[in-house]
């Protein structure tokens, strides 16, 4: 079965960290480019990051630069979305997405989708 999960979510405070985790199962993940996006209450769903397939070449929207990183280990067929000095409005859902390859920090042609990790920012 074909699918991916996130974890890591959780209750932080400002300026605090947490790191998510996007693992696959069912199929590898070698060759998809991943992105991260992001849905908070009442809100569009944004694309937040974007790690490229091959050498791993990664995006990130304005809002996260410096912030987010991410990054991928292909043995464990998982990708990690490492986030810092966490901000109240970085308060969401967080998404990962398999697809074809990066646009800057948006992926094209997402095609499995994770359920999301709820993420709360708050003191």
């Known amino acids: 079965q074909v699918q991916l999960v996130e974890s890591g979510g959780g209750l932080v405070q400002p300026g605090g960290s947490l790191r998510l985790s996007c693992a696959a199962s069912g199929f590898t993940l070698d060759n998809y480019a991943i992105g991260w996006f992001r849905q908070a209450p009442g809100k569009e769903r944004e694309g937040v990051s974007c790690i490229s397939s091959s050498i791993g070449s990664t995006y990130y929207a304005d809002s996260v630069k410096g912030r987010f990183t991410a990054s991928r280990d292909n043995a464990k067929n998982t990708v990690y979305l490492q986030m810092n000095s966490l901000k109240p409005e970085d308060t969401a859902v967080y998404y990962c997405?398999?697809?074809?390859?990066?646009?800057?920090?948006?992926?094209?042609?997402?095609?499995?989708w994770g359920k999301g990790t709820l993420v709360t920012v708050s003191s």
């Open positions: 997405a398999t697809g074809v390859a990066c646009s800057y920090y948006r992926i094209i042609g997402a095609n499995y």
